[in-house]
């Protein structure tokens, strides 16, 4: 990450955390060649601006899956927040809800979805947070989380279908990370079916098109898929009644030679063809890759590495101080392009 507020805050959280935990957090899969290319791939394109085009200051609300979010700035899920601050998901929660944006909230969290949301709703009553899932191998284990977030109040699920297998993380191989500290769980995995304490989340390479089905068949919830890159996949996604769709590569913590999210984005928009919202996450950084992202074909952003921290450097300050300059990046971008976003104004810097 480099320049501006934000990276202040990445400085600030890296001199804070522990060594194993800043690395968990910032590594990826392989060589990390993928987690390198989410952030170059936007410092190849630029906006070609638009003059004297008479618009008022943009307005910037959006409309998905459940939720009607202030700003297409949404907080991705990423695992363990309570090894960034003590507060955890909780602090998440408020920050996004204050931001009135959606949370995503991990199934790996380190705080329960139905305190997550309870927090969220203490500062927004309507405060929108969608239950990030792993399908299960065991079906009956699906439909409890599956209930669970339904009971929190969630209004989306969405679905992460790029791990058939846990990404290969060197970071965490050369420290021996592989479990969480004493005292941290994944609280969501807490008394399942057959499982007293903790059930590990499984990886399964079964999983199929034909699960996905099954968990809707499950819940009247809108299901969005996370982790789709070819669009051939995002035209199955949409003729199988899916709410939306994340092009995303994980954060570069899966397939290290699996393209940047945001050059993956233009063809899987297109195969889509406007028929449910197309998010995308993974490289995002300042406000001008928010504006690259909708410009492409993005309804909304997903923001995962920088609310991390934000979380560590500064707790629910330090994240609501990250919605909130990518925000007003993204306006005065936005505003500096005539008020228009659309694929032709975005060009190669090459």
């Not at 479990?179 to 994944?186: K, M, Q």
Request: aromatic share 4%.
């Amino acid at each position: 990450m480099t320049g501006g507020a934000l990276a202040e805050l990445h400085d600030r959280a890296r001199e804070l955390l522990d060594p194993v935990h800043y690395d968990y957090f910032a590594g990826g899969a392989g060589e990390e060649t993928a987690l390198a290319e989410n952030e170059r791939a936007f410092q190849r394109l630029a906006l070609l601006p638009r003059v004297l085009r008479g618009q008022p200051r943009p307005a910037t609300p959006v409309q998905l899956p459940g939720a009607r979010a202030s700003t297409p700035i949404l907080v991705a899920p990423t695992a363990f927040h309570r090894l960034a601050h003590p507060d955890g998901e909780l602090a998440t929660a408020r920050a996004a809800a204050a931001a009135g944006t959606v949370l995503v909230s991990g199934m790996a969290a380190t705080v329960a979805i139905g305190e997550v949301a309870e927090a969220a709703r203490e500062v927004d009553r309507n405060a929108a947070v969608w239950f990030q899932l792993y399908l299960q191998p065991d079906a009956k284990i699906t439909e409890c989380l599956v209930r669970r977030a339904e009971d929190a109040g969630c209004s989306a699920l969405v679905v992460t279908v790029d791990s058939p297998v846990f990404g290969r993380h060197g970071r965490d191989h050369r420290h021996g990370f592989h479990d969480l500290p004493p005292g941290y769980a994944a609280e969501n995995m807490r008394d399942l079916p057959g499982s007293p304490g903790v059930r590990d989340i499984e990886m399964c390479q079964e999983i199929s098109w034909r699960y996905v089905e099954a968990l809707r068949r499950m819940t009247g919830l809108p299901v969005l898929l996370k982790g789709i890159l070819h669009p051939e996949d995002a035209k199955i996604a949409v003729d199988g009644g899916m709410a939306g769709l994340v092009v995303s590569n994980h954060g570069g913590r899966q397939l290290d030679v699996a393209p940047a999210a945001i050059d993956a984005l233009p063809r899987v928009a297109e195969a889509v063809g406007g028929r449910i919202p197309v998010l995308v996450d993974g490289g995002i950084r300042r406000g001008s890759d928010v504006a690259i992202a909708l410009a492409l074909g993005a309804t909304a952003v997903g923001v995962g590495r920088p609310v991390l921290w934000g979380l560590a450097a500064a707790g629910e300050a330090g994240v609501r101080q990250v919605l909130e300059t990518l925000r007003d990046e993204y306006e005065h971008v936005r505003t500096l392009c005539g008020g228009v976003l659309a694929g032709d104004q975005v060009v190669s810097r090459c």
